[in-house]
């Protein structure tokens, strides 16, 4: 029973960090919050003007560090599951946190190279934002599927198999989405972003999938 309450008790501490992280961006900026929530559904957020959504400012910095430690705690329940691991491993946690943040920060700046070296710099900066507000609305996301899969649902293989399967929909939407919206640029350079999608996407996320979990 103790040994019980101590694996839920780490767990329930990164959640809170999840929601306080959340909490946090969304008193930074309200308006801005709330047009985030409606990315699905309304492109007023993403045609918001990149540069005054700059990554590095409060509310992007908030959102992106919950969305890594969502992800980073998603990959430690599936890797336990998959281990038959039945306590919280948080050196793992960590590990994943770490490597997930340096891949991420770097894949920006080396993106950004790219779109300067190849002249395509408008593109790669739309594409970036939009992406990036994806992946943050993800994090929000995976925020509720980690409370249900330690709470509510032990773990279990349909609920892991649900899970997997909500994130790639939601991925790929997000992708069509951005495609529709950027289709005046991806068309002139589709050969660069089929290159961009195969080197700096759909690659390094199958071997960090390999290599992590």
Known sequence: MIRDLLIMDNFTIIILVNLFLILTSKLVDLSKFNSFLYIYINNSFLRYNNSENNFFNGFNLLLTTNFLLSISLYITIISSYINEIEYFNFKYFIKIFVILSIFYFFKFII?????W?????RFIKSFNFQKNSFNKY???????????????????????NISLFLIVLLYLSGLFKIVTLNDNLIYPNLFYFILYLCTLEIIPILYLIQELV
């Open 117 to 121: 070296a190849f002249n395509i710099r």
């Open 138 to 160: 993800l994090g929000i996301i995976l925020v509720l599927i980690n409370s249900l899969l330690i709470y509510s649902y032990s773990s279990s293989l349909i609920a892991i």
């Open 111 to 115: 993106e950004h190279l790219l779109g």
